[in-house]
C-alpha cells in the first residue's frame, strides 16, 4: 500500500475550472472554510490563493517571519458539496504542503479523471493543470 502524506483539511482547495478558452482559466476556488474565490485568469487565481494563504497562515510562508496564530474550524457545508461544486470544464483538489523557497509544494488530484500528480513549484502546478485542460481538448502537449 502506497503511504500518502497526511493533508489537514486547512490545506485542501477545490479549483473548479468553468473555462479555460485560449489559455485563459475561469473559475472558482473553495478552501476549508468555505469561502468563494472567482477568478477570471491564472493571475488573478495565484494572486488570490497567495492572499488566502497569507490570511490563513496555512502552510506558513517560508519568507516571512512565523507567528503563533490561531487555528480556525472549518464550517460544516449544508447539502451535498460534490454536485454544488464541480466546475464546468474540471476540478483539481490543491493539496498545499508547504510554502518553502517563495512558491508551493503539494499535491494536485484531477478529480474528473481519479489522477493525483506531486508539483514542486507554481509553475509545474500551472503546468499539470494546463496539460489537463488541454487534454480534454485533444490538444494535449506531450
Known sequence: MIQKPWVHENRRTLVCVDSYD?????????????????????????????????????????????????????SICEGNPSSIRRGQRATFELQLLFRQHASWQGNLIWREAGMEQSFRSVLELVILMDSALRSLDGKDVA
Not at 41 to 63: A, G, K, V
Request: hydrophobic share 35%; net charge negative; charged share 25%.
Open 22 to 74: 485560449c489559455g485563459v482559466l475561469k473559475g472558482r476556488f473553495f478552501d476549508a472554510y468555505q469561502d468563494m474565490e472567482i477568478f477570471n485568469s491564472l493571475s488573478q487565481f495565484l494572486i488570490r490563493m497567495e492572499q488566502l494563504l497569507d490570511d490563513r497562515q496555512e502552510p506558513q510562508s517560508y519568507t516571512t517571519a512565523r507567528t503563533f496564530s490561531s487555528f480556525l474550524e472549518p
